[in-house]
């Protein structure tokens, strides 16, 4: 399967510098094997000039698409005509410099295909975009079937239009010029896959990817206005597609959009003394939620529809938000929900013959139980009433001492969630010391397991309650503290070894001593860790969403194994 990954237009130097950030990580992570991106925007938001492709290159892009605004610099006319890795609109009269189609080598030996068009409606004239299609896909038929296609065009219907045009012979045919992604990701009947608009890469707090008061005046006034990239809101939106080599037919198509943490990259580079790396989890949340959604996608396709069962007793207000939290995210991955929300003082009994029911209907895949259960039911035996293999939170005991046997299972969503995010952010463990502060099923205890294991090879030691006042001295003997006690702020600086990195997995809801809006915290006193710690994870916004893809994740991989489709 040939990995290609097309990036939507680069909004001068914000967007370039959202791909160096986030492209070389991305593509080796995504296991890319050709990059394509449109670069018309590329320099300070018009055109594209040699420096700025070079930036583009060296960012990890393989190929480079234009559009109506290719020409606005003038260093575009030789440089079109020079650089083979540069692709520019194909229906504009003969004798204009560059190509509009060319073949590209990916990384895995794999010919592609890459053609780029202008659209008519309401763009600049152009020639037919559907004949010469037509002209492009042909010629590079006889090459290969591997063919990706940028329309770069203003309507929905006239993009639209090109792909039904073209489905079964081409691979990929995404949309840019509008900046905004569109929703629309699908495979169409005979294999190509379709986006209409890949959105942009750059500053989303804009107009389209410019300041926005800039673009707002020239709105009101109508006046000429000198409109510069945004800088606020860094995102990258591309779109990846899995296409079958030997026929160029599209077998997953899914669009991305990441965001990206200009400090938190900043620190990383600089190493700056002002704080503590920041261990962000929307990066990696977001690429558990890429992998979750393409295997999902891949299910679909084969006629399996993926279903979790959210089980809940009474409703404490807390588990309300995780429930719609973790519901939300298996809508967006092509998950089926089934919410089944008992009442407060249903008994044991009741909630396990639901969750057997559970169990034991083919059609549900996954079974989570919200804890804690409203009194008098007791979690334990609901818990060990889920059937193993729909266990996706890893907490039957059949799960728990799979983990700690090194077999295959289910692993606890936050634990398995935190080892993600340290795997994201490069962080070292082999041979270090990690201290887990905490020694529940749900976190401490299966963290320990996940540390220790070969392929993590870290010493680990967990402490708890009775541990004594020695624990801060074990504490600060840590190269990795993870604190998952419930108890705010109590790991503060001189609990930590300097340098060390900190996993804070508490979450708690302080309100402030003079009243107003309450505000999340953890079992890290942040303040004053971050300048002794190297790296550490913000509350909110560190192993909070970890989890919740952690548990997608699993759901999926429940669907896959019960369907014979394991990978
Ligand atoms: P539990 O209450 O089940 O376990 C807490 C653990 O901390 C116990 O092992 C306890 O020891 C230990 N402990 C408590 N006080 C101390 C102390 N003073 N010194 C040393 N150890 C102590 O909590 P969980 O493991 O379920 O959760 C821990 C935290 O993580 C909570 O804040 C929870 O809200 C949060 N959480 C966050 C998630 C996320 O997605 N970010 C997901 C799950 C939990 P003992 O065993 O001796 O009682």
Not at 479 to 489: E, S
Request: glycine residues 12%; aromatic residues 4%; proline residues 7%.
């Amino acid at each position: 399967m040939t990995h290609l990954l097309f990036i939507a237009d680069v909004i001068g130097s914000p967007g370039r510098e959202v791909l160096k950030g986030l492209l070389p990580e991305l593509r080796q992570r995504l296991g890319v094997h050709l990059v394509v991106c449109n670069c018309e925007n590329s320099a300070a938001g018009f055109g594209v000039t040699r420096e700025v492709a070079k930036d583009l290159f060296q960012a990890g892009c393989d190929v480079l698409t234009g559009g109506n605004h290719l020409w606005d610099k003038k260093d575009a006319m030789d440089y079109l005509a020079e650089e083979p890795r540069l692709v520019r609109p194909a229906n504009l009269p003969p004798g204009t410099p560059g190509e509009g189609w060319r073949v590209m080598r990916a990384s895995n030996g794999v010919a592609v295909g890459v053609v780029n068009l202008l659209g008519r409606v309401f763009m600049r004239e152009a020639d037919d975009p559907f004949r010469a299609a037509d002209a492009a896909v042909t010629a590079l038929r006889a090459q290969t079937p591997v063919i990706l296609v940028d329309f770069h065009a203003e309507t929905t219907a006239e993009k639209i239009a090109l792909g039904w045009h073209l489905d079964g012979r081409a691979s990929l045919v995404v949309g840019t010029h509008t900046h905004v992604q569109t929703a629309d990701d699908r495979i169409l009947p005979g294999g190509t896959a379709f986006l209409c608009d890949a959105g942009m890469t750059g500053g989303f707090d804009s107009v389209i990817g410019m300041d926005r008061k800039g673009a707002l005046r020239r709105f009101l006034t109508q006046l000429p206005e000198r409109l510069t990239p945004a800088e606020g809101d860094l995102r990258l939106n591309a779109v990846l597609v899995h296409v079958d080599e030997s026929t160029g037919r599209a077998t997953a198509i899914q669009r991305l959009q990441i965001p990206y943490d200009k400090a938190a990259a900043s620190h990383r580079r600089t190493g700056a003394d002002t704080g503590a790396r920041l261990l962000t989890g929307a990066e990696p949340a977001d690429a558990v939620a890429i992998e979750a959604r393409m295997r999902a996608h891949a299910l679909l396709e084969a006629g399996v529809t993926p279903k979790l069962a959210l089980v809940s007793v009474g409703d404490d207000p807390a588990s309300q938000v995780y429930l719609r939290k973790k519901g939300e995210a298996c809508a967006e991955a092509g998950i089926e929900v089934l919410r089944v929300g008992l009442p407060a003082g249903t008994s044991t009994a009741d909630v396990v013959a639901r969750v057997r029911a559970l169990g034991a209907d083919p059609g549900v895949h996954g079974i989570l139980v919200q804890l804690p259960l409203a009194p008098p039911a007791d979690g334990q035996p609901v818990l060990e009433a889920i059937p193993p293999h729909k266990d996706v939170d890893g907490f039957h005991p059949e799960n728990a001492g799979r983990l700690a046997l090194g077999l295959p299972g289910f692993v606890p969503a936050t634990p398995y969630g935190v080892l993600r995010l340290l795997q994201h952010h490069g962080i070292p463990l082999a041979g270090r010391h990690a201290v887990v502060l905490g020694r529940s099923h749900i976190v401490g205890r299966p963290m320990a397991t996940l540390l220790s294991a070969k392929g993590c090879d870290m010493t680990v030691t967990i402490g708890h309650s009775a541990s004594g006042p020695d624990l801060q001295r074990l504490a600060r003997d840590a190269d990795l503290l993870v604190a998952a006690v419930g108890r705010p702020h109590m790991v503060t600086a001189d609990w930590v070894k300097p340098g060390a990195v900190v996993v804070d997995v508490g979450i708690h809801r302080l309100a402030p001593a003079g009243g107003g809006k309450s505000r999340l915290t953890g079992d890290v006193d942040f303040e004053s860790v971050r300048h002794v710690a190297s790296a550490i994870t913000p509350v909110p916004g560190g192993v909070g969403p970890m989890t919740v893809a952690m548990v997608v994740l699993n759901t999926v991989i429940a669907a896959e194994r019960q369907s014979g489709r394991s990978a």
